[in-house]
């Protein structure tokens, strides 16, 4: 099982001992941060938003009736759809391992967890933890209901606007704190999609040197899905578990996260050869250089 202390040691381990973040890791904060902030600003500035309690319903800066912004909003948020769909069947889960916020999340409950030593610690830790999911919760909450409504609304408003806040930060603080990146690896619908719609692309992880593996195995302690990263091109399918139905692709499967050659980096890196993992286009026929058996990845 990657996920945990011993995945923690690994990923964050070796960031610590190299210094300075990944460049993956720079990444993932930049466009994680930039989404969630272009998100804040969608209800933010009235450019979408429902008001399901006073009907103060919102696009691109419009107060309009709830059919009118729905009518308005149905080519962008097709649009927005297709793209995605493009992205995740050409090139895989990117949006999973760089851009989803929960993913991020999830990442900085590992790393406050890793940095923890004393009581006094956790107790912060837990804190920015539950700051960091009442924000995006916050976020969410203002698509579909104007913060008045704990103002101006009647009683039993309140309580349903309390408890649908309420109820998102505890649901988003248990599922980082209890499944962490699991959830992504088993539970989230939306990677579900992303995986079907990218069973079969020709960009992720490739096994490009093997004859410099040391076998130390950091790349499969320190992914979170569970797979196998030296075997994703052609290697064993893996059983399903949780949403995933049996015998979906590794490629499928793989968020292309980059931690697996963050890690071989990492351990390789006194070397001086080149890395064994990398992350990008495959070259043509990498795919199909091992025939694909159906079985359980790991024990
Ligand atoms: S194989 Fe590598 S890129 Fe894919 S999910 Fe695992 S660690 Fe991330
Ligand atoms: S981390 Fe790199 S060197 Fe270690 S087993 Fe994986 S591919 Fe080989």
Sequence with gaps: ?????????????????????????????AVAIAFTLAIAALPFFGIIRFDLWGGHHHYL?????????????????????????LVSRFFGRYLCGFVCPYGAVARFAEW????????????????????????????????WLDWRVFSDASAPWKIVASMFLL???????????????????????SGV????????????????????????????????????PRELSGGKYREGSGFYPDGMSNFALCIRCGDCVSACEGTTARLNVATPLR???LPSGARDSAAPEHGELKG
């Excluded at 800066?61 to 769909?85: D, K, T």
């Excluded at 109820?167 to 619908?189: A, D, E, H």
């Design 1 to 29: 099982m990657p996920l945990g202390k011993q995945r923690d040691k690994v990923v964050l381990g070796l960031g610590k001992a190299r210094g300075k973040p990944h460049r993956y890791s720079n990444w993932r904060w």
């Design 279 to 281: 992350m990008g286009f």
């Design 167 to 189: 109820g998102m930060i505890t649901s988003f603080y248990v599922f980082v704190q209890k499944l962490g990146l699991g959830f992504c690896r088993n539970w989230c619908p």
């Design 61 to 85: 800066g419009e107060q309009l009736g709830l059919v009118e912004v729905a009518r308005r909003f149905a080519f962008p948020f097709l649009g927005v759809n297709l793209a995605i769909i």
């Design 193 to 228: 999609y992303f995986a079907l719609l990218g069973h079969d692309t020709n960009n992720g992880i490739e096994f490009a040197h093997p004859q410099n593996c040391t076998d130390c195995k950091a790349c499969e302690k320190a992914c979170p899905m569970d797979l196998l």
């Design 112 to 143: 406050l967890r890793f940095r923890a030593k004393t009581r006094k610690d956790r107790i912060i830790g837990g804190a920015l933890l539950i700051t960091t999911c009442s924000v995006l919760s916050a976020i969410t909450f203002s698509f």
